[in-house]
């Protein structure tokens, strides 16, 4: 069974700062890939990064970036220069399959982010 | 091109009764998954339509089911309804095969079983 690990139940940040959000996974797929979702209260799930299992370079997008390390099997998420509106839910999730029968997620428990002004 | 939508947004309905949720997906999405979020966990994962039939499901009984119409939306449907069935419900689409990061989320409908 895959799994999905998430140790830091809440983070708190000061503006402006970089904050690092941990995952580690497990999985005995070669192929897999790796997503990153905030969810603010208002509930939707808003797509951040994606690496995939065979993707050499680390993922970046904008402000987020993907610290991969495939032998450690960690997926750390890392925010630069935090804004207020960054305070949300952060939740690191796993691909598990492959092809059109194998689209099912399996998430973490999340963080709680809260950016300090 | 448009997102994700589901509706209602929020239901409350009565223990042991039947509700039906919608997801439309987004266009040149075909697949459509259903996820389960109880309030403070992650989401748990429901089944999953793709080309109108059900192709995953997760480890829930079968009073919850669904379907998948010609136009890739879906529905989600929840017989004999427990306080437990409270929750966040979440849909996802995604292209064929669901490779990167194709998986677009609604905004879900929050079920309230009293």
């Known amino acids: 069974a895959q799994k999905i690990t998430q140790t830091q139940p809440g983070m708190f940040v000061q503006e402006k700062e970089a904050v690092t959000l941990d995952c580690t996974y497990d999985?005995?797929?070669?192929?897999?890939?790796l997503f990153w979702y905030k969810q603010p209260s208002s509930g939707e799930m808003i797509f951040l990064i994606y690496?995939?299992?065979?993707?050499?370079q680390n993922a970046t997008e904008g402000r987020y970036s993907l610290n991969f390390q495939k032998a450690r099997k960690s997926a750390n998420l890392v925010i630069s220069a935090s804004q207020l509106g960054d305070s949300a839910m952060y939740f690191c999730?796993?691909?598990?399959?492959?092809?059109?029968?194998?689209?099912?997620?399996?998430f973490g428990a999340g963080t709680i982010l809260r950016v300090k002004s | 091109e448009t997102g994700v939508t589901q509706s209602p947004t929020h239901l409350i309905k009565t223990r042991g009764q039947q509700v039906t949720l919608r997801c439309s997906s987004q266009?040149?999405?075909?697949?459509v998954s259903w996820y389960q979020q109880a309030l403070g966990q992650g989401p748990q994962f429901i089944f999953q339509?793709?080309?109108?039939?059900?192709?995953g499901r997760g480890n829930f009984p079968p009073r919850f089911s669904g379907l998948q119409f010609p136009n890739y939306s879906s529905e989600l449907n929840v017989n004999a309804l427990e306080l437990d069935d409270s929750a966040l419900y979440l849909c996802?689409?995604?292209?064929?095969?669901?490779?990167?990061?194709?998986?677009?989320f609604g905004s879900g409908t929050r079920l309230t079983v009293v």
């Open positions: 996802a689409s995604s292209p064929e095969g669901g490779q990167g990061g194709g998986y677009t």
């Open positions: 999985t005995s797929d070669q192929s897999y890939g």
């Open positions: 690496q995939g299992s065979y993707d050499e």
């Open positions: 999730a796993m691909r598990e399959g492959q092809g059109e029968y194998g689209n099912k997620l399996v």
């Open positions: 266009s040149g999405h075909n697949t």
């Open positions: 339509y793709y080309r109108e039939e059900e192709n």
